[in-house]
Structures are given as C-alpha cells and as structure tokens.
C-alpha cells in the first residue's frame, strides 16, 4: 500500500457490500483529498453470476468466487468483510494472517470465542480493524461522549435502551441465516442489542452483570425453498444491566416490535443531567442538564451541526438528518484515518469482542430462566 | 347511610385531601344526580390549627385532631385516608371494623403484610374499598384494555413501563417521610413503580417473578428542621418481570430522572400489534396493529374522545387533555358507583395487596443485588 | 354581596354551565379561604324540565325559566352566562344595568357592534367582567408573557396560530346555533379563531390589518328535525395578520381539520428566541433562546410546575397536564379575586371586544375574497 | 454520449458541487447498471486554485476556469449548474443552445423572466432539464401523491407549509450573494419558500394568487470584507395563497426562525383526510383518513419503506431516515433515467418557472404591503 491508493477486498454481495463500496468512494468527496484513495479491487462471492453482477453494480475492477484469492491478493490493502456471521471468523482470522487491514460488519462473531480468535489474529499481526457498529458513528454520539466527559451529567447512575424494529413481525418473513443461531448467533440480542451495547459501552464503560429474558414469538419460519424450520434465535430479549462503574440499565432488542419499524433510542442518566439519543430522530440530540438557567428542566433539542462530530464534513447547516448512508461515509473515513496515520480505529474488534461478550452473558443468562452473569 | 347522602371522613390535609374534597364534589356535576351525594362531614389532621384550616379550605363541616373519632362517628359511611402511608394500616383496619367504606391512596401500606391485614379487616366487614392508582382511570387505559380484550394486539409478550419523576434530583429537596423508609416503604418503587405495577397487571395480568437493582443516587438529606438523615429507600429502581403468562416485562421507576418532571408512560406489545400510553400525552393513546389497511406500520394516534372509558361524561369533543385532576373525578365517581350499587369498587385493596407483593419482591431483590424473587 | 358570599345566576343549561359551576366551587380548595365564597343561586333554562334538571345536577339552589328573573334577582351578585352566542348582548346589558358583575363565554357576541353595546354597558355600570378566553389562563402563558416582558425572545416578528379541530369534520354532524351565523356569528373562525387572536393580542398587542380566505368544506348540514340547512359560516379560515408594532402572522382556525381532534398551538419568533405553546403538551412550554449556551438552538420544553402562573396552588410538582377544566379554575379564581379586590379581571369586555372586531374584519376579508380589512 | 457513459461538467465548487458529485457516482451501486454511467469530465471554478482543489477533492477529470469552455466541451453531455442563482440563465441557455442537457440547483433564476428565458432554450433544444427541489424526492411524497391520486382525502382544501431555517438569525452571519438581491433573487422566500411552493405545486396543484408580507429582520450585515451592506431580500416571509382549484393556504419561509434549524413541513388537508409531513421526520409520513377504522382520527405515522418511491432502492426494511444525501441520489437517478429514456424528467425548468413566477409574484405583494397579486 502506497499513501495515495488502498486497494480493497469486499467479500460478500449483500446491502453492506452496497453500502461499503459507496462510503469508501464518498470519503474523498465529503472529507477531502488527504486520505490514501480507496481502490475496490475485488469482490467475492461463491455464485459466480452474483460476484460478477456485485462487480458490475458496485463499481468494482474483478471478482472471484474465492475469498482465499482475494485475502491473498498483493494488490489488497483492506479486506473488507460483509458476509453472513459466520464467515467472519475464518475470513478475518486470514485476512489478518496475509497482514491485512479488515472492516468488519457486526456483530464481530457467531461466539464469542470466534470473536476472541479473530481479534487475537488481528493484533498479533499488528492490522487496523474497525467493525461496524454504525451508530457510534453519530455526530449526536460525539456530543453525548462530550457532555459525559466534561462531567456535565454528573455522576451517571442509569442507562436505559431500546432497539426496536418490526421487521420479522410477519409470521411470512422467511426463514434465513438471521434466524438460525448456528449462522448468526443470536437472535435480536446478537443483531441489534449489540449495537445498544456498543453504545452503552461507549458512554458509560464495561458491562459486568447481566440478567436477559428472551422471547422467540414467532417459533417456526420457512425458508425460501418451502422447508419449515425451528428459529433457534430470540426474537425480543429484555435484559437487565449492571456496569462496572456501578450504574445500572435495562435495554430491550427486538426483531418484532409492531410500531416502530427501526429505532435506536436510548436514555443515559446523572447525577446532573439526563440525554436522549434516537436514531431516527437523528438531526438533534435531547439534552437536560440542572445547569440549564430556567425552571422545569425538560429536555432541549440540541440540533445537530457543525460543532458535532463530523457533522460540519457534510453540511454547513445544522439541522439535517444523518441518516446510515451517511454514518457509514463517517464510519469509512474512521477507517482511512487510522490506516493513514498507523493508530488504532474505533470501535476495533478488541471494543467488539468485548460486545459479544456481553452479548453472549445474555443469551446465557436467557437460555437460564435470567439467572444472572457474569460478563 | 341513606341513598341521598354518604358521610365522608377525610383523614389527612395534604395534596390528596384537596384532590378527594374536589373530586368527591364534582362527581355530581359530571354524572349526574342518580349517585348519593358526598357530605364531607369531618376532616382529620393531629395538628388542630391544620385541621380547622383544612376543614375551611375544604369546605368540611367539622374538624377533629383524632383519626379514631372520625372512623366512628355515624355519620360517616366513608374514611378517605390521605395521610403518609405509615398511617393506612391503623386507619383502614380500624374503618373496616367499623363497617366504613374505604378510599385509600396508595401505595396501600408500608409493607405488604400491612397491606393483607388492612385487605382481610375489609373483606371480613364486606365494605367497599378503592385505591388511588389513578392512571388506571384514564380514558386511554379503557380502550388500550378492550383491545387486549378484543385480541387486536395478538398473544402479549411484552411490557415496557416507566414512571419517571425528577421530584428529587436537587439534593436540597428536603428529608421527608417519603424519603424514610419506616414512613414510606419503598422510594420510587414504591410511589411511583406501584403505578406501573397496577397499570401492567390491569392489562397484562399478575407478575411471577422480578429482578430488580436501585440506587439512592442522593444518599443523605436535611429534614426541615436541619437534621441530616441517610435516604433508605430507593430513588431509581430497574427491574426485570416475568408476568404468569409468559409475559416479560421491563421497568423503571424513579424520582430522580433529569428531564422528565412527571411521565408515566408504557409500551404493551403482542404478536398482532402494540399500545403506547403516556399519561403526558393524555389526550391520546397510541395504537400499532397488524391489521391496519396501509404497509409501514408506525403507530397511530387515537385522539381520545366521548368513546373511550368515562370522556364523555366530562366532554363531547376528542382531544382534550385528561389531567390527573379529571382522573380523580372518574375515580370518585368509581367508587360512588360501587357503593351505590354495593359491587366492588375496582382496584381495591385485594389488588392493590397484589401489587404491593410484587413491589416488596422488587424491593427484597434490590436488596440482594438483583436476585430473583418470587412473587 | 358580602365579603364572604356571592350570590351566582348562571344562564344556560350546557356544556359550560357545567364546567363554570364546578370552576366557581373548585375556587376555595384550591386557592384557600380568602375569597368570597360563590353561592349557585339560581339557574335559567326556557325549557322548564331542562332548567330544574340542571340545578339538581350542578347543585344550584333555583330555577327559573326566565333570565330577566335571574338577572333581577337581588341575591345575585354575578351573572354568568354560558348561553348560545345569540343571547349574549341582551342579557350582559340587562345584567350591566342591574349592576352585576359578569363572566361571560366566548366568543363575546354575534357581532362586534353588539360586543361595544356590552362593553359600554358594563363599563358604565362599573360592574367586572370576564370573558371565557380559557387559554390565557394556561400557566405556560404566564411564563411566556413572562419572558417576552423580560426582553428574553428580542424584538417580535412573526406568530403563527392553529386552532385545529375536526369536529365537524363529519358531514353528518348535525345543522345546530353553530353552524348558522345568525346565531352564532362567525364558524370556525368566530369560535376557534377568536382565541387564538386573544393569544396573540394578550403576547404581541394589538392587530391592525387582515387578509383573509374561508371555506365552508360542508355547504349543507340538516338540524335534529331532518331539515336540511346551507352552512353560512365558515368551517375552515386561514388568514394573513399585521400587529400594530409591526409583527406579522398567520392563523388558521379549523372545524375540519383531520387529524387534529383539538389543537390549539402558536409560535412566536422574536430576534432573540421563540416559544411554541400547544395546549394538547399542557405540561410544557417550549423556549428557544439565543442566549441559551450550548449550540444548536433547537427548542427546550419547560416543563410547568410551581413557579409557573397559578400551576403552584395545583400541584407542588411540575409536568401535569393542565386541562380545561383546571384552566376554568383559574379563569373563576381571577374573576373571584378582581370582584374581591375590585380591579378589572383579564380579559375583560374591552379585551374581548377587540378581539372581536378582529375576527370581524377577518370575516369581512373572506367575503371579499380575502381583501385587506384595516381592523 | 453513448448508452454506457455521460460526460458531466460541474460548474461551481460548493456544497451542491460535492452533493451533486457523490449523487452521479451512487446512482450505479443504488440502482445497478442499467443506466449510462456519469463521467466527471470537468468542474469549473473562475478561482484556478478553487477549480483545481475542487476537481482533486470530487475525483473530476479536468478543471477549467472558462464554465464556456466546459459548457462546449465535446465530452460534456450534461451541464450541472451549482453556482450562486446569479449565473443559473446565462450558463443554462448556453448549455441549452449546446445541446446539454442540465442539472440546475433551485432556485431556477434570479428572476422569473431569465427563467423563462432558461425555459425556452431548454425546450427550443429539447435537452431534459432537472432541477434541484430535493424534497420532491422524498419518499414520503410519492406516498402522499398516490394518497391524494387515489382520492384517499377527499376534496383537498387546505396546505399550510413551513421552510422554517436559523441560518441567518445570528447577526453576524456574514453578507454574502444569498442576501444580496441582485445576486440571489428573493431571501428567505426564493431560497426556502421555493422549495415550498415546488411541493405544495406537486400535491394541489397551481397557485393563482398570492398574498404576502416579509420582514427584513438584520437588516444590515458585514462581509466577508469587513464592509457593511444593507440586506435587500427578506428573512422570514408569510404569505396566502389560493390555487386554481379553490384550494387555500399559508406558508412560512424564514431564515431567522430561532428553534428550528432546518425543518420543511407541510399539512396538506381533504375532506377524507390530511397528511403532515416533515423533512426532520424523515423516515414517515403522517396520515389521519376518515376511513381508518378505530374512533378518534388522529394521525398515525407510516413508516416509509420499500414500497415507497424509491426506498426499496436504498434499504430492504423500513424506518431509516433519507437524508437530503440520499435525496439528491434519487434526484440523479431521475435525471439520468429521464436521460436514458428520452422522457422529460421532473421537476424540469417549465416546473421550477412556475414555482418562480409564484415566488415573484408574492415577492410583489410584499413588497406592496401584502396587496394580492395573480400568479
């Protein structure tokens, strides 16, 4: 790899892929030419007719069916890793063998001890790797880790979240890889509450208890060949948390959450102030702070801008929604910036390991009854 | 007792002896004349300067310093207690026993073995007992109840509940016997989480088994007269429900929540649809269900109106907010009802036992770090 | 009258008379002993079983079926009248003339010409007066009248109002006095956009030009005897305002507005900040000021409490909703109090004049097809 | 131009510059590739250090200070205008009598006459014109067209928008061309309140006649110089309308409205129905429809997914925020399918003239005291 180009392996064809492919291009544009410029190289995928159409679509130069080619590829810089889960491991483990920076998409692994295997690779070769837990990414994340780090919400003594999506509601919605746990992992907790952990942990730091109940409301679903399966992965999990600082927090993730279609919300409490985060509600950040002047402290609307995160990359103005198209151009440009300047990105598999492990207290905890564990 | 007329002991002067003197009189107003009509014939405060004030204030017809002769007075058919709750106990089984009906604010008593033995005084004497959990009076519970009734939200699986004061971030906020546990019971599991337990039971059922984590974020307070006291009960509580049906459930309780002055608010959501309640938002409920017509099944405001529960008696137009003021009027107006026609009254004191038990199951969890407890 | 009792004549049997009874009673609980106890003396309906039904149910001591009677009465104090529009002049100027003290609802008459016949009458007679604007008695108007004196929102410019509702939304809502000008003078705009001009003349002063547009969405509406009748008056205004001090607004006042059961909101811009009231969020107030600290000057809800108008003698805790009914507490508590100390209550004919004279012009503006009217 | 490739010259080098380059690169990855794929092949900027920057930071072949060399570059098949309004006539009939077909950002002219002028040579040539009203691209919006197509609301009678901005309320936001009449055309209201009109033009229908007041309210301002000039556009504009088909509205346009950064909204109201919309909600559409089902017709929130526009294009599940970033990538995919298939793409320059004659003709009216103008 030269400083002015940074050749890129994505391995899988999916709407991550899709995503990648143009945060990687848009970083030049929205951050300017600083940055080594990416170069999509290659793309894998095991269908042929699909790597070659990935190729065509996403803009880039060859394709393979081999994702061991493209790992090994002199010309790859970066592999680039948007499989189902379960591929992770193996692809990353390589990858970090052949000296290989990695991007990798959430959660990090199917276990935790995949995760542990991959990010032990990783840095005993010494590679950069960011995972893709895209809301950290927020300009209202970086507002909130301010005000958390100035000390304005005093001592944080509560942390409560919710993930919330709709989009296996339909009893119709097919079985797939998400709703097997041999190649996803868990269920809702894995998809989603990792990202309120990783947010969570961002924030406040390290979960050391949890107590999870778990919830599969749609037992069985069938596969695009007409094959029923049993969905060995949770649908709706409540969990109950204790940090090691001492604050405590309840968070839900679910895949079945009738109204609201995909949200990501939380509520992060001190001593002295309070901020609501929601992603959909990303153009602002909530904040109430007992320093505000008047009476009836409510929360304000802090609409996001220039001042926030990498807000003032995109838009002059404040007010606009950042949207994940958006957060992932952030999430890109993170990426880069390490590359470029040889220090760790954010989160790193060490950071997402860390999730899983979390994660994975919880589906134990679930698998008994809520008894509590250890993270 | 005649038909005409229902002699009313109020025992207390504070906030919810105002709100028991209005209500009990605007009952007629709103309803009309086919209920007996409230005589508030005597009002009880230890301090003889406070009770004449009271009973002027109030427009009671007597005053007295002691709680004993106004339970027995003949013409009183009715002990409204409104003190602190360490007095619930003494007052109701003593009103009982002497074959007056009771109206209790809640929560019932400071422990739930109190609460039994005021629940076994009245059902040994066969009056007619209410509890004050107000939000159960709201328009908005009526129709989210008739649609669980209905089936229109499926099989529930999930609550999510909060009741969120900041009565008592400012630590200046003075040591009172609400901060005292041999005074109050539970901090805001206790006032506030006893809400959200009556809100979730009156729509999902009876809860089996919680886990539950406080903090008293504000350890010490000074009295009013300048003692400084350790605060032993809870300001914000967490906790994790298992309801007997299979139900789980999460919710927070706390006095101490920067940014929301006063929300009661929760999610209940089943296998075809979900509800939102927040009592800020008390002109309206909040409605998702699966078998809306149009696809992007968000929720839908129901602007609450002449059609659900007791509004129309107040207003023939949607959309009016239904304070807790308006509450207390349906409240009274439940109770008259029951008397009137000598049914129970609803909640009554076996139900408010019931969430007495479960919030005392909390508190026992906190206790002991998060364990869970049986109900 | 005595200092400690004030003989009341209610006129009218409906919706009003009901809330002004309770409002007259609710007045000593809630604000203490100092003010002159009303005393319901007599209640006026033609239809003579309408009239005695409505003094059983609201707890006055007489009936009659003629108001002259009632107004003549020597143990009235205050006449209140709670009438379709049409009887408004006749009996405020026989009541001035009587010498009684008048609470009279909105809109004050069918014109404005009648309105100035009140006026003059009662401020001849130096009697007080009172006119059922309720929303001024919002405790988040206090604050907000507050901030404007205090210079917190700089130099005014702009305010835009919605009165929303959708009451008659619905072609078969029944022909009644509302809907036919004669009677009620103005549609929507006489009855819902009266208060928003109150609104807007009690925070920014005085209007001095409007254009504007009305349609009547339901031409022809038939009356409870099956006689079907042409609408003459408005169901939906929108209109283009000019204050005197130069600030320029919108408003809409709607009887068919979808989606909006009853919404009463503004916002009001100045060169420094803006406020947004709705009454439906009557728990808050919503401020955005430039001098707030940190940046992104979204707006910030107040949440109403104590310090906040006369939300403190309610509730000793901030963020309950406020409905109408408490707010015809506070409306009676003025009256109460201007005829206690013999000052002029707020708002008072004269006020209630202008507004009328406003909507006039406004009214006079959608006849002419929306040309400038000077007010 | 082949099928497979379309030259693109971009003249100018701000924020639309790099909005409009990111777009034309991720139609492909959005979309796939079936269309001709945009080739940067030139940007202009009179500045050489600018023109050169720009072309290295937006990955553009060639830069050129002479926009009339690029506009007659044989490469160039499309000319994409993102200049100050200024430059918009003479760059787009140059381009026009070139045979180009032209990107052009709003508004379309500095006056309505140049754009009609832009108009005629567009059309002399018949080149496909687009021009920038991104909200148009909303998801939301080709839901709420086929709502108001399939007669879902009924008879429309109502639309009151809102381009509410806080650019500007700071007065020491510097002077620049956009407060500079001779440079922009119209303030708040070209700039802002265009993008109104272009919405309530796609849904209603014509605007035949317009009444309007502004305010200049910093009425001088400093630039980047050090010079102060007086600002002769305006920064906060109301104004009514009436359609040619009776239909009736207000709007806002405001560069100055403390409290909302950055918000388009609109209610757009029938007699079956209304729809709110909000460019800050981005990721629903507010409906409320008379033939809802349950009692109470408030609004519910659909959540835009893939059966909206061209949601699906970007997300498989629903409830993601569009950004105006992925706004603008909808507006080049129109453009280039429109190209691609010889259509006229929408909104083009015939659109955007009569949003301009709108524009212009309320700019009259304000400037005549609000006197009604036609369209």
């Known amino acids: 790899m030269t400083r002015s180009s940074l050749g890129v392996a994505i391995i899988g064809d999916g709407l991550m892929a899709k995503e990648h492919s143009m945060a990687l291009r848009n970083v030049r544009p929205v951050f300017g030419a600083g940055l080594p410029e990416p170069r999509l190289v290659v793309i894998v995928h095991p269908d042929e007719a699909r790597a070659r159409a990935a190729a065509e679509q996403y803009g880039v130069e060859r394709w393979t069916t081999s994702w061991q080619d493209a790992v090994a590829d002199p010309e790859v810089d970066l592999v680039d890793i948007v499989t189902p889960n379960l591929h992770h491991r ?4 390589a990858a970090a063998r ?5 991007w990798c998409e959430k959660p990090l ?6 995760a542990q295997r991959m990010t032990e690779a990783a840095e005993a070769a010494g590679v ?4 893709g837990f895209t809301y950290l990414q927020n300009p209202g994340l970086a507002l909130a880790r301010e005000l958390v780090r100035r000390g304005e919400l005093g001592d944080l003594f509560s942390f409560t979240g919710f993930f ?11 079985f797939t890889w998400r709703t097997d746990r041999s190649r996803a992992g868990g269920g809702a907790v894995g998809d989603l509450g990792s990202h309120l952990i990783s947010l969570a942990r961002h924030l406040v730091g390290g979960v050391s208890r949890v107590a999870g109940l778990s919830r599969t409301v749609v037992p069985e679903r069938v596969d695009a060949d007409g094959v029923r399966h049993r969905v060995d992965n949770d649908d709706h999990t409540l969990a109950l948390l204790e940090f090691s600082n001492g604050v405590i927090g309840t968070m839900q993730a679910s895949r079945v959450q009738t109204g609201r279609a995909f949200e990501v919300s939380f509520v992060l409490t001190g001593t002295r102030g309070a901020i609501r985060f929601s992603q959909q509600d990303s153009h602002v950040l909530e904040v109430s702070l007992a320093s505000d002047g008047l009476d009836g402290h ?9 001042g926030h995160g990498r807000f003032g990359d995109l838009w002059p103005m404040a007010g606009i929604n950042v949207g994940l198209h958006e957060l992932k151009i952030f999430e890109a440009h993170e990426l880069l910036s390490a590359i470029a ?7 790193d598999f060490r950071e997402a390991l860390a999730v899983e492990r979390t994660i994975e207290a919880i589906e134990r905890s679930a698998a008994q009854n809520g008894a509590w564990q250890l993270v």
Do not use: N
Request: hydrophobic residues 45%; proline residues 9%.
């Open 90 to 93: 193996d692809v990353a483990v």
């Open 98 to 102: 052949a000296g290989k920076h990695i």
């Open 109 to 114: 692994a199917v276990t935790a001890d995949d």
């Open 128 to 131: 950069v790797t960011l995972v």
């Open 164 to 174: 919330s999506a709709d989009t296996m509601i339909d009893p119709d919605v097919p």
């Open 298 to 306: 409510g929360f304000r609307t802090i609409e996001l801008g220039p």
């Open 341 to 347: 300047s040889a220090r760790a990105a954010s989160p």
